[in-house]
């Protein structure tokens, strides 16, 4: 079993290097590995709102996600850019982003919402975590989504 160091910063807080690295895997996945050409930088990642989630092995970045959290209350946080190195999938530790990110919205937010924008076809994935379609599904970036909700009524289950 691997040993993992979970890392937990806001924008101001990541260093170049911790960007640049948080970067170079979410290209390498979403733009490379999934063939999708987009802008992938968004002018979000540096925000004092926004929080990285970034999991270490050996001092390698093995997974990381983003929660953009916006200022209004009643306003869901969203869950997003969770990408798994390669050599890290297949063990379960999507589950444990996932768990890490709910934990992390009720702990600073309690009570607020979560959503994500999840690929179609990891639908039920979520749904493993409470999350209910909120719409129908479109294609972005040449990819069927689907939007999703966890309500707060489903945080405490």
């Not at 990408?83 to 702990?107: C, F, N």
């Amino acid at each position: 079993m691997r040993s993992y160091d979970w890392i937990w910063q806001t924008g101001p807080e990541l260093d170049p290097a911790g960007l640049y690295t948080l970067l170079s895997l979410r290209e390498a996945v979403f733009v490379v590995e999934q063939q999708c050409a987009y802008q992938e930088l968004d002018g979000r990642d540096l925000a004092a709102s926004t929080h990285h989630l970034q999991v270490l092995a050996a001092n390698q970045l093995a997974a990381t996600l983003r929660l953009l959290v916006p200022d209004p209350v009643d306003q869901p946080a969203s869950i997003g850019r969770v990408v798994i190195h390669p050599a890290h999938r297949g063990g379960g530790l999507g589950h444990d982003l996932m768990r890490a990110a709910l934990t992390r919205i009720e702990s600073l937010w309690p009570g607020r919402s979560a959503r994500l924008s999840a690929q179609a076809h990891l639908r039920a994935y979520y749904g493993r975590h409470g999350f209910e379609p909120i719409g129908d599904i479109y294609v972005e970036d040449g990819i069927p989504h689907i939007d999703m909700q966890r309500t707060r009524d489903e945080q405490g289950k």
